[in-house]
């Protein structure tokens, strides 16, 4: 085993279903931009926020975040504080999950 599978597989068992996982593509390893998923195969559901805060202070390619959340999460880290404000309010508008949480 090479020296990066190990460091990859020791960010891995930080995730608190590594056990039981079955996910064959994982957003902690550090090998996954290498990596191809078949549509029929299952994804991590681990929340994002969880995969966040164990892939913090790692070099992970995309910090714990999937191939198709990585673009996603550039394009937002590239806008500036008011066109977030603005996207923001917009989904304040249409989201039942996000009306009740003003202070976000």
Known sequence: MS???KESL???KL???FSYC??????LDLQQDERDRIK????CTLA???RLKIGQNTRLSFEAL???EWPASQRWEAL?????ADKIAILRKISPFLRGNQNK
């Open 3 to 5: 020296l990066v599978e």
């Open 10 to 12: 020791a960010i891995m």
């Open 15 to 17: 995730c608190p279903r």
């Open 22 to 27: 079955s996910v064959p593509i994982c957003p």
């Open 40 to 43: 029929s195969e299952p994804r």
């Open 48 to 50: 994002k926020s969880y």
């Open 66 to 68: 999937t191939k198709r």
């Open 80 to 84: 500036g504080e008011d066109e977030r």
